[in-house]
Nanobody, 115 residues
Framework: QVQLVESGGGLVQPGGSLRLSCAAS????????MGWYRQAPEKQRELVAF???????TYADSVKGRFTISRDNAKNMVSLQMNSLKPEDTAVYYC?????????WGQGTQVTVSS
């Protein structure tokens, strides 16, 4: 019921910032939950952050204070502002949405934090 396309990934030095965007093909105002997972090679998938339709946000402990998830309903977009990036943040980041108890995923965008 929705297509999700991530953008904004790239190479950044430790301590730098990136802003990831997730563009949805439909209105996101009523989508129950949207957020970001990440997966690094040889590591388990990790839930990074999510935001509910009511605006409640949740973050993994590893990113609290550094990452901010936000929603722009007018633009059908969810963003992840990533500050103070660390090498361990390197991963493919996937946007997801939950609609009527079913999950939808974007194609992923690579984030590499390296000097």
């Amino acid at each position: 019921q929705v297509q999700l396309v991530e953008s904004g990934g790239g190479l950044v030095q430790p301590g730098g910032s990136l802003r990831l965007s997730c563009a949805a093909s439909r209105s996101i105002a009523s989508i129950y939950r949207m957020g970001w997972y990440r997966q690094a090679p040889e590591k388990q998938r990790e839930l990074v952050a999510f935001i509910t339709s009511g605006g409640t946000t949740t973050y993994a402990d590893s990113v609290k204070g550094r990452f901010t998830i936000s929603r722009d309903n007018a633009k059908n977009m969810v963003s992840l502002q990533m500050n103070s990036l660390k090498p361990e943040d390197t991963a493919v980041y996937y946007c997801y949405a939950i609609i009527s108890f079913q999950s939808y995923w974007g194609q992923g965008t690579q984030v590499t934090v390296s000097s």
